[in-house]
C-alpha cells in the first residue's frame, strides 16, 4: 500500500550507519569524529564530516552523554542584562567556547530567589560545568546546589565567591584598584567619591575595600561610598545626583571613581546634564570594564579593561580538568580624557 503523499516525502533519520557508508569507514569511526579530543586520523575525520553534512546528519548529543557521562555542555547562568558589560562577557564566552568544541546553555537567573532554580535547571539538563556571571546569589543557595550534587562544577565568572567548593576566575581588583588609585593621587586629586553597585550579600566585587585600603595607604583618608540600586544607567544617574547634590561647594569630591562604566557613564551624564559642572575640569570620574560605549567621543573614559579572553582561556582549562585552584589575573588600565 502506498504511503499517504504527506508522509512519503518525509526523509527517513539519517543514522550513524548511513554516515558510515557514504564515507567508506566503520560506525565507530563516525562515532570518533563527533568526539572532542578522539583518536582519529585528520583524513578520516574530514571525510566523515563531508558525508554528515551531505546527508544531514547531527549526533545524538543527549545519547552520547547518557553513554559517556560528558556533554560538553556548560551552563551559562546570568541576570542584569541592562549591564553592557554582560553582553561583552557572553559574546566572548560563548563565542571561544564555542569554538574549543563546548556548547553552552544560557539561564535567566532574573533574582536573589531564582538562583536555586537556575541551578536545578542547569543540572537537569546534564552539563558538565555551571558558569554563573550574575550578582543576586549568596553562598547558602551554592552550597545547597553543591550539597545536592547536581552540579560536578560551579565556576563563579568575573566575581568572587567565599564558597570553598566554587571556583572565582576574575579580574584581580586588589591590583586593579591599586592601579587606579595610583593614577589619580598622580593627576592631584585628593577628594574621590567612590560609587558601587547594589550593596547585597551576593559573590562580590572587591574593588571598593580596595580602593579604600590604597588611599587609605597613600594619603591616610577614607573613601566616602555611595551604593547606587542597579548596575544600569538610570539608577546611576539618580544616585550620583541625589549624592552630588548633598555636598558643599568646598567639600564636594574631584573625583567619581565608580564600580564600572555604566555606573560612570550614568554618574557623567547627571553632573553634565543636570549639575552643569564639566567632566573632568570640575569632577573627574573613573569606570571599570570597558565597554564599547567607553571609547566614544561623548564619554572618553578612563578605565580598567578585564582580561575576559584570558579568564575565558582559564576556564577552558577547568572545563578538561587541567586547573582545579582560583584564578585572579590582571587587567589594563586605560587612560582617557575623564580624569
Request: neutral net charge.
Amino acid at each position: 500500500m502506498p504511503m499517504p503523499p504527506d508522509q512519503a516525502d518525509i526523509d527517513e533519520t539519517v543514522t550513524a550507519d548511513d554516515v558510515a557508508a557514504a564515507a567508506g569507514v566503520s560506525r565507530w569511526t563516525v562515532a570518533r569524529a563527533f568526539k572532542k579530543d578522539a583518536s582519529i586520523s585528520r583524513k578520516s575525520r574530514e571525510k566523515v564530516m563531508a558525508a554528515a553534512e551531505a546527508l544531514g546528519y547531527a549526533p545524538d548529543l543527549l545519547a552520547a552523554s547518557l553513554a559517556s557521562d560528558r556533554s560538553n555542555l556548560v551552563a551559562i547562568i546570568t541576570n542584569d542584562f541592562s549591564n553592557p558589560h554582560k553582553l561583552v562577557l557572553l559574546e566572548r564566552l560563548t563565542r571561544i567556547l564555542w569554538s574549543n568544541g563546548w556548547a553552552t546553555l544560557l539561564v535567566h537567573m532574573s533574582d536573589s530567589e531564582d538562583a536555586s532554580a537556575a541551578l536545578l535547571a542547569a543540572s537537569q539538563r546534564r552539563v558538565d560545568a555551571a558558569v554563573v556571571i550574575g550578582t543576586r546569589f549568596d553562598d547558602r543557595v551554592l552550597d545547597t546546589a553543591l550539597g545536592a550534587r547536581r552540579l560536578k562544577k560551579l565556576v563563579i565568572f568575573a566575581r568572587y565567591s567565599q564558597n570553598p567548593n566554587t571556583l572565582t576566575i576574575a579580574c584581580d581588583d586588589s591590583v586593579a584598584m591599586r592601579t587606579i588609585a595610583a593614577e589619580l593621587h598622580a593627576k592631584g586629586y585628593r577628594r574621590p567619591l567612590f560609587v558601587a553597585g547594589p550593596d547585597t550579600q551576593s559573590a562580590k566585587l572587591h574593588r571598593k575595600n580596595s580602593f579604600d585600603a590604597c588611599w587609605r595607604e597613600m594619603t591616610g583618608d577614607g573613601v566616602p561610598v555611595i551604593h547606587v540600586g542597579e548596575y544600569d544607567f538610570s539608577a546611576a544617574f539618580e544616585g550620583v545626583l541625589a549624592a552630588m547634590r548633598g555636598y558643599a561647594l568646598d567639600r564636594r569630591p574631584d573625583v567619581l571613581v565608580c564600580e564600572n562604566d555604566i555606573i560612570a557613564i550614568g554618574a557623567m551624564d547627571a553632573l553634565r546634564s543636570r549639575l552643569g559642572l564639566r567632566v573632568p575640569q570640575d569632577v573627574g570620574v573613573t569606570g571599570f570594564d570597558d565597554i564599547p560605549l567607553a571609547a566614544s567621543p561623548t564619554y572618553q573614559l578612563t578605565t580598567y579593561r578585564q582580561p575576559v579572553t584570558q579568564m575565558t582561556e582559564k576556564l577552558l582549562e577547568v572545563l578538561e580538568g587541567k586547573r582545579t585552584e582560583d584564578v585572579l589575573l590582571p587587567g589594563s588600565f586605560i587612560p582617557r580624557s575623564s580624569a
